[in-house]
């Protein structure tokens, strides 16, 4: 008897190792997997860099309340195509590409079809989801990965893969509100609230847009780095009452990267009437907002989630037009749970990157 479509699916789908935390300790460690067969519209990618976002350690911890164990983290995705499906046409083997926080979508809703699939209902995140196939989503800290053409970007010759990995979720966070809530013409002035992983890529992109910059950041410490090798053009230490009155109504636009809860009315008072302020990071209790604060001058406070391929793609390409990176540390795999430790201690300058394709593989072995 032939084997079904099923069986025959299971007898290709490929080996592979993550890291992989099983309970809500969030320790990782390695873990055989499997990925499933190349369909004819998919890529396999050879995974060589993988960016760690705070995002990773909610999930392997189950602060979100939504984990699903086995969890491998991991949506900062660079590596190498080795494989491509027989209808693929915008890739070949060779080719250096990057994978997301999404690996799947309805692919034909209004928001698919018009190059916003992080806005469909039906959006598969890299990990820990449910992909359209029943499977659970595996994320980068894993040796390779098997994902649909649509979801992939092509990394730029310019663009190194490590220091280009973060792009992929810091990189297209902070670009989207910026396009699209015009805040990035050349000589408005913006505002960056919190320079972490996500502030300090977004520093960097307001600088490419051609814009004033100033950081607005509680840590006075962080005010030389801002400066001198991150090119802001102010520093405002939100604590510090003097300063916060001399930037009042300077601002065009404000975006706040802090995912903890401060007092938002002051910071509305650095916007210029019709001044806007968007979200992007995520506090764990909701925020309160005096009306006036808003309703006075006419201020806006939006919120931004991601971006869709289409806008991926083309960040990574202005950011490698414009020398555009994260700035991180290059960690191998047996490293990646003093690297949580540090994470959660906000110990980084600003993004670790797991070299997985020399350390993955040693780090399976020596843990055997």
């Not at 519209?41 to 350690?57: A, N, R, T």
């Not at 983290?73 to 190498?80: K, N, Q, R, T």
């Not at 092509?154 to 220091?163: E, G, T």
């Not at 555009?324 to 540390?329: G, L, P, Y």
Request: hydrophobic content about 40%; aromatic content about 6%; glycine content about 10%.
């Amino acid at each position: 008897m032939a084997p079904t479509a099923a069986e025959q699916s299971q007898q290709h789908t490929r080996k592979a190792v993550g890291l992989a935390a099983r309970d809500v300790s969030g320790h990782l460690a390695p873990l055989a997997i499997t990925r499933r067969s190349t369909g004819d519209d998919d890529v396999v990618i050879k995974i060589l860099y993988c960016g760690i976002c705070h995002s990773d350690l909610h999930s392997i911890k189950n602060d979100w309340k939504d984990a699903t164990y086995p969890v491998i983290p991991g949506h900062e995705i660079a590596g190498e195509i080795t494989e491509a499906g027989k209808n693929v046409t915008r890739f070949k083997a060779g080719d250096r590409v990057g994978v997301g926080c999404m690996v799947n979508s309805c692919q034909s809703c209004e928001s698919c079809d018009k190059g916003f699939e992080n806005h469909c209902p039906g959006m598969i995140f890299t990990y820990n989801r449910v992909d359209r196939d029943g499977t659970l989503t595996y994320g980068g800290y894993s040796s390779m990965v098997v994902v649909h053409e649509r979801f992939v970007v092509r990394f730029p010759d310019a663009m190194p893969l490590d220091k280009g990995a973060p792009l992929l979720c810091a990189g297209i966070t902070v670009y989207t509100p910026m396009k699209y809530h015009g805040l990035n013409a050349p000589g408005m002035h913006l505002g960056v609230l919190g320079l972490g992983g996500l502030g300090h890529v977004a520093v960097k992109f307001g600088k490419a847009f051609g814009m004033k910059v100033t950081v607005i950041s509680s840590s006075p410490g962080k005010k030389q780095e801002a400066l001198e090798r991150l090119g802001a053009d102010g520093f405002v230490v939100s604590k510090n009452a003097d300063e916060m009155k001399a930037a009042m109504s300077t601002m065009d636009g404000i975006i706040n990267t802090v995912s903890a809860n401060i007092p938002m009315a002051p910071l509305f008072g650095l916007l210029k009437p019709n001044g806007k302020m968007v979200m992007v990071g995520l506090p764990e209790k909701p925020i309160e907002v005096p009306p006036f604060a808003l309703v006075a001058k006419n201020k806006t406070l939006a919120g931004s989630f991601i971006g869709g391929m289409r806008d991926t793609q083309e960040m990574l390409d202005l950011a490698a037009k414009h020398g555009v990176t994260a700035d991180i540390e290059v960690i191998g795999a047996e490293y990646v749970n003093t690297a949580m430790e540090r994470l959660a201690k906000a110990d980084v300058r600003y993004r670790f990157v797991i070299d997985i394709g020399n350390t993955l593989y040693k780090a399976a072995a020596a843990a055997k």
